[in-house]
């Protein structure tokens, strides 16, 4: 039981230690991105991890540096473990007030073990989201307005809660989207409370929205598409009254090809534990999918050839 302790403890300190030297690295990455800040005209210049999953962690930091956002107030909608996440660098750097959504079993206890949450203003709730109730949970806490972050990634109703948020809600949105869905569809799974996509379809293929779906819906709630990180996974939208501060070339929304072709295995078959479209394609016939322009489920074997 002591040597148990012990080794516990022990992990605890050293990563610790590892996360305070993946900060001090991301900190010498924006000392280089504000000295080049008027420089850069794609985001792809700007890509850079430190907690995030991907790049999004560069891409943050340039739109923060971009907008003048010092004190930052953000909310991000499926964290895990908030080990791995598009605002944990924020926290552990900067003035924040934020606030996260899982429903992880024990968050806050695993949050806590894992990083110093007395460095900042941090809420947690640790329950399952939806359509229906994502609006007043935020106006309860007192987050359903001037955000300058929103960000989700809940692998299965994403664009249905994002479709109920307050056009005006945030300066910066962040929301993952199915590259698999191709760039021309506007499908998304299906509105179902705490969706799982894996028990939806053993593929594991239909979670979260096209790409062009999400463009669409942001459109409306006056936000402009900046573009993706390197995985094309994450799509980036800024506030149109503020887009213009930015140095960036606006990405043609007429051709999304670009940000829907996608190189990561997250798809099962029977015989694969990581797949690609190719590998599951003859196997997701049955599989029904929400079409947004139609606004009713249609079986994917009759939208494929459209991808």
Known sequence: MIKKIIRKVLNKLFLRHFDDIKIQKGQIFEKTLVSDLKNIKSLNQTYFKVFSQDVEDGIIQYLLKSLDIKNVKFVEIGTQDYSESNTRYIFETMRCNGLIIDPTPNLEKKISSIMRTWKNNLKIY???????????ILTDLGFDKELDIFSIDIDGIDFWVLEKLNPYISKIVIAEYNPYFGPNLEISAPNIDAFDRFKYHYTGFCW?????????????KNFTFIGTNR?????????????KKLEINIPDIKDLSKYTDVNFKVLKTFNKKYANYLDVKDEINDLQVFDLSKNKLVFFRDLSNSI
């Open 231 to 243: 995985l094309n996974c994450n799509a980036f939208f800024v506030s149109n009254n503020l887009v």
């Open 126 to 136: 640790n329950k399952h989201i939806n359509s229906n109730n994502i609006s007043n």
């Open 208 to 220: 979260g929205a096209s790409l062009k779906a999400l463009v669409n819906l942001m459109r409306k």
